[in-house]
């Protein structure tokens, strides 16, 4: 079983909205990726958990603010998002961060 | 990470097999070469990986060069569905965390 699950599937919010994403997995797997992706481009990697803890973050805004509360969750807050905001929001997880990483469906945003 | 290199866009014949290109001439000896493909709107889908031997599993065949300055991705009989952009990716677990970068990748066009 190789599934991340992402709620929701699509998400509306107008700029002064505050609205999480929320990535789920059940395999164990101890890392977890948030990556953005803009229309008919490549995901871009925005943040990295290991073990719960955050360990990269790709010089992202702070109007995204990920959680990861547990080992099998991962959000990512959204507060004051800009139009330019509107993307997939993809979520990744690994088994460690050495194991090959696995993706959600991902959450499509709109930002109004 | 080293820079990986491919075609923009392929066509196929539905049926024929499909033969994705990628020059990664700057790889590490410890660089794993994976794949992965988006179908449209949805979330990265892990295709196969490997090191320096050529690999096989249920969806496709990957022949890595003897001086691993590139590869050929293979899905032996194509078919409509495999329509989708396909991501070549040099992954560095030498020491650290290894993060997917992806690159713009091959659309892939399989016509009847």
């Known amino acids: 079983d190789t599934e991340v699950t992402q709620t929701p599937k699509h998400l509306v919010m107008g700029m002064t909205n505050k609205k999480s994403l929320k990535c789920e997995q059940h395999m164990g797997h101890r890392a977890m990726y948030w990556y953005k992706q803009k229309a008919k481009k490549p995901p871009e990697l925005m943040f990295v958990y290991s073990y719960e803890k955050l360990s990269i973050n790709e010089s992202v805004p702070s109007r995204f603010s990920p959680e990861c509360p547990n080992s099998s969750l991962l959000n990512l807050h959204l507060h004051a998002l800009q139009p330019e905001d509107s993307a997939l929001y993809l979520c990744?997880?690994?088994?460690?961060?050495?194991?090959?990483?696995?993706f959600g469906p991902g959450t499509r945003l709109l930002v109004l | 990470d080293a820079k990986t290199t491919q075609p923009t866009s392929m066509d196929c014949a539905e049926g024929r097999a499909a033969n994705l290109p990628c020059n990664h001439s700057?790889?590490?000896?410890?660089?794993?070469v994976y794949w992965y493909r988006q179908i449209h709107s949805q979330g990265p889908q892990y295709i196969i990986h490997g090191l320096k031997n050529n690999e096989t599993n249920e969806m496709a065949s990957l022949i890595i060069t003897e001086d691993r300055k590139s590869s050929t991705l293979i899905l032996p009989h194509a078919t409509l569905r495999d329509t989708a952009v396909y991501y070549c990716i040099a992954l560095n677990y030498g020491g650290s965390q290894g993060n997917l970068i992806f690159g713009k990748g091959t659309k892939l066009s399989v016509k009847p």
């Open positions: 700057t790889i590490s000896g410890n660089e794993y």
């Open positions: 990744a997880s690994s088994q460690d961060g050495f194991s090959t990483p696995y």
